[in-house]
């Protein structure tokens, strides 16, 4: 039982010091020469993925500068088209929305041949539900995202995605 704790101890320590020297790239967004396309969109992958992993309770300034760094890329990058959903501005939280939209861009870029509006927006609310359900206790309850996960879990919501898009 001691070395159970002594090793998830380690653990701990390891990823917040992983977490603490987590470094953003400087990108002049005006001249992105320094960068190929390529190279930025797997950089803007590992840092979707490090904005999920992590707690919201930690590290909330880098957090920022990590989201404030996505949001550029996803502004600068013309072969993805990532807007949001009146049912996600709904939940009325930025937070949450920008992990739909960083959901969003996630499942563009490793889907690009097959990905179509609707997937692309259920991809989103997934990825974004899945972060609110990990960070429970930071968000609390949000009535908005229950209707929507029992939406999305009946079906319903896609439905009205794909009604909407032949619309």
Known sequence: MRKIKIALLLCLISLLTHAQNYQIPQVDWKDTSSYSRAELTSIALKDIDWCY???????????????????????????????????????NNNNLLSMFLLGRAKYNVENKNTATEVKSILAGAEFMMSF???????????????????QIATGK???????????
């Open 53 to 91: 992993n992590t707690p919201m309770t930690t590290l909330k300034n880098t957090r920022q500068e990590v989201i404030s760094f996505l949001m550029q890329w996803l502004s600068h990058s013309p072969d993805l088209n990532v807007s949001t959903h009146a049912d996600i501005i709904k939940c």
């Open 132 to 150: 609110y359900d990990k960070n429970a206790g930071f968000f609390g309850k949000n009535k908005q995202i229950k209707k929507l996960q029992k």
């Open 157 to 167: 919501w896609e439905k009205k995605l794909v009604k909407q898009a032949s619309r």
